[in-house]
Structure formats: structure tokens, C-alpha cells
């Protein structure tokens, strides 16, 4: 079965190192913001992907004026029983459509044409507000357009816990990648984040099977943090409010990872005190050979207070798209 995983700009490689420690994945390739691969795995093992928004079966790849003729019913019969054996289907679909640098095509006619054909082909009814059931996507690129069928009702990248959606916050999945390739690079058992927020990094963490902790200087962020906590059922946690550039914390933890204020989400006097000041307070509390991963839009500063703070390190950076910001993660680890 080809699967396409959906990841947000700029991961792409990381999310495929995940992937490729699945059991029954071959022929793995990477392009912008997706990953293809052939999987013949236990499905139940997809579902488990921490850095993926979504997963979706490649159905038919084909010119836009030539693909609605092609498609048959047989185009969907292995995936639907492949699918049914991981959870039930109704008999209605929903279309998903996307358009990028095709002016002729509109969202609107191409729900409007492939409805009409997927309701003759597939025998169910067209239900364009539901998407929980069998959701097609139809992604348009120029001429090109792809067909895809939703593997899971509800996308990956979408957690238990209660997400911070405000403009600056950070998806799930971006924070999953993060602490991924830090544990690819240390032998991570312990994290911290003293900029919590609503509790991203830490609830990653705990789901990556890390003893984390941490802190914030608005009491709100702290009292979410710790009901986030909760709901992916962690207990044993070290949380507090307080500055990020002075601490509660001895030199306990193996990696580091933080959201760092951009400027936009809070106002910043002094950027460059600001991100000097918790980079040196991560040096003091991070394990000898420990990592740290900062995301920012100001990765010259970023890297620059690292360089200093870990002169030992390298630093790579993975400038990455998100909601029409474009952030940057700057990694320091010893390599």
C-alpha cells in the first residue's frame, strides 16, 4: 500500500527517520511537506506516529482533465478493505480539496465534479460537512492532481490534551520532532522546558517516555500545563512558576527543548538579554553532553548564545513553515 504522510514544512527528514523505524516500510522518499512510503506493516503501529499530522493511501495521481475518467471503483477496493480492517465505514464520503498554482480550478468545482463521479463509482452518498467518515482528498498542484483517501477519522497530529492555539504556539507534532532528533543524537531520559506555555513540549515528552519538567512565569500557563499533564497521565512532575533564566533545577536534565518568545506572541524589550539569559540557565541545568532544541524566528540570535553557551556543539538548523510563519529550529548537541 502507498501511503502519503502529511508533516508540516521543514521536517520532512526527521518524520522519516520515524517512520522508517516502522516494521514493513520500503521505498521511502521525501518531498515538501510530505512522505511517501510502501508499508505492509501491522496498521495499528501507524496510528502511534508522533511527528505526522496525517496519513493518507495514494488512490490515483494523474492530470487533472484526464483524472476523473480514470477513476473506477476498482481504483478504491484494496484500499477500503484496507481500511476496514482498522475501523468501521459508513456509506457516505466527504471531499477534501486543495489548489496551488491553477487559476482554472477552484476548491468549489472540484468538490462539485468528483462528488458527482465518487457518488456513481463507490455507491455512497455525498456528505460535504462530515468529514469523519471516508474522507478523499483531492490535491490539485498546477495540473497535476492527486486522489487520496484519509486513513484515520481524526488527524494525527491532534492530541488528548488541550492545544494553545494562539499565534507563536507550536503544533504538536513540531515539538514530537524536535524531541526525536534530540533523542537520536542523546541518550535522553530526562527533558525540561522552562518556557512550558500550555504544556506541549512536556506532554511530547512524557509520550516519548521522558521524566519531564518545567516552568513558566505566568501562573495561567503553569495551572494548564499541569491539567495537560493530567489528561496524557503523567503524576511524578516537577513544574513551577517562575523567570526561565533563574530556576528551581540543579544540573539534572539530558535535553532541552523550548518555544522561545518571537517578539509577537508577548512584547520584548531586550531580545538578545531575553534568549542569552535562558540559554545560559539551560547551560547550567543540562546534563555534561546533554542537547537542546530552541525554535524562534530569530535563529542568528538563537545560534549565537548557543555557540557561546556550548562551544562544544554543533548546531544545525531546520527552518520550517507553520500557519504562514516560518520559524526556525536551531539543535545543539555534541556530535
Not at 517512520?19 to 522518499?29: A, H, T
Not at 468545482?109 to 465518487?118: G, N, P, R
Not at 483517501?149 to 494562539?166: A, C, T, V
Request: glycine share 6%; proline share 2%.
Amino acid at each position: 500500500m502507498k501511503i502519503i504522510a502529511s508533516v508540516v514544512k521543514g521536517i520532512e527528514e526527521i518524520s522519516a527517520e520515524e517512520i522508517r523505524q516502522l516494521e514493513g516500510v520500503s521505498n521511502i522518499s521525501c518531498r515538501q511537506k510530505h512522505v511517501e512510503f510502501d508499508f505492509l506493516g501491522d496498521t495499528t503501529q501507524l496510528a502511534h506516529l508522533k511527528t505526522v499530522d496525517d496519513l493518507s493511501i495514494l488512490i490515483l495521481s494523474a492530470n487533472i482533465t484526464t483524472i476523473i475518467n480514470l477513476l473506477t471503483k476498482e481504483n478504491f477496493s484494496e484500499a477500503i478493505e484496507w481500511i476496514k480492517g482498522i475501523r468501521k465505514i459508513k456509506a457516505f464520503f466527504s471531499i477534501t480539496a486543495s489548489v496551488y498554482k491553477n487559476k482554472d480550478y477552484s476548491q468549489d468545482s472540484i468538490k462539485s465534479q468528483f462528488s458527482d463521479k465518487l457518488t456513481k463509482i463507490l455507491g455512497f452518498s455525498y456528505s460535504p460537512l462530515d468529514h469523519s467518515n471516508f474522507d478523499v482528498k483531492v490535491a490539485l498542484e498546477g495540473e497535476n492532481a492527486t486522489v487520496l483517501l484519509k486513513i484515520f477519522p481524526k488527524s494525527l497530529y491532534q492530541r488528548e490534551y488541550e492545544h494553545m492555539s494562539q499565534f507563536g504556539s507550536i503544533r504538536p507534532t513540531i515539538a514530537a520532532a524536535m524531541i526525536t532528533f534530540l533523542k537520536s543524537k542523546v541518550d535522553a531520559k530526562t527533558l525540561v522546558d522552562n518556557l512550558c506555555g500550555s504544556g506541549t513540549f512536556l506532554c511530547e515528552g512524557f509520550n516519548q517516555g521522558l521524566k519531564v519538567s518545567g516552568g513558566d512565569i505566568l501562573s495561567s500557563r503553569v495551572e494548564i500545563t499541569k491539567k495537560n499533564l493530567a489528561k496524557v497521565g503523567y503524576q511524578d512532575f516537577k513544574l513551577y512558576l517562575e523567570d526561565a533564566s533563574h530556576t528551581k533545577f540543579t544540573r539534572q536534565f539530558d535535553i532541552a527543548v523550548s518555544n522561545l518568545p518571537w517578539g509577537k506572541q508577548i512584547r520584548i524589550d531586550d531580545i538578545n538579554s531575553l534568549y542569552n539569559g535562558i540559554i545560559n540557565e539551560y547551560r547550567r541545568i543540562l546534563e555534561i553532553n546533554g542537547g537542546i532544541g530552541l525554535i524562534s524566528s530569530n535563529p542568528e540570535i538563537v545560534s549565537k548564545y548557543l555557540s557561546r553557551n556550548f562551544p562544544n556543539y554543533k548546531i544545525e538548523e531546520y527552518k520550517i513553515g507553520y500557519l504562514g510563519q516560518t520559524p526556525t529550529i536551531t539543535f545543539a548537541y555534541i556530535d
